[in-house]
């Protein structure tokens, strides 16, 4: 089992930053065998895809909505996935939460992700 935990959100001016962060846990697994993906859903609206990284940390993914603003990495040693989040605007609004699938390949399909945590509010004022 794995535990997956987001921080980072808040509230924010447009064009300000943000870094997300994406805690993981287990009693039985390791980190470096996760692949982390990251979605946003906005109130009236459906889950979307934001962005993601392998396992192997060769491989990231990101939506064109927010690609050139933001960059994922990962700290195997800390056993966290950062999203970085610049230029953020007013339609950056959501509630992010971070999913975790063994040996993911940064796919962009919310199923394909085992683990679930329970979200981080970002707000983008204009």
């Known amino acids: 089992q794995v535990q997956v935990a987001e921080s980072g959100g808040g509230l924010v001016q447009a064009g300000g930053s943000l870094r997300l962060s994406c805690a993981a846990s287990?009693?039985?697994?390791?980190?470096?065998?996760?692949?982390v993906g990251w979605f946003r859903q906005a109130p009236g609206k459906e889950r979307e895809f934001v962005a993601a990284?392998?396992?192997?940390?060769?491989?990231?993914n990101y939506a064109d909505s927010v690609k050139g603003r933001s960059t994922i990495s990962r700290d195997n040693a800390k056993n966290t996935v950062y999203l970085q989040m610049n230029s953020l605007k007013p339609e950056d609004t959501a509630v992010y939460s971070c999913?975790?699938?063994?040996?993911?390949?940064?796919?962009?399909?919310?199923?394909?992700?085992?683990?679930w945590g329970q979200g981080t509010q970002v707000t983008v004022s204009s």
């Open positions: 287990g009693r039985t697994f390791s980190f470096q065998n996760i692949g």
């Open positions: 990284i392998s396992w192997t940390g060769t491989i990231t």
């Open positions: 999913a975790a699938a063994r040996y993911g390949m940064g796919g962009s399909n919310w199923d394909s992700y085992e683990y």
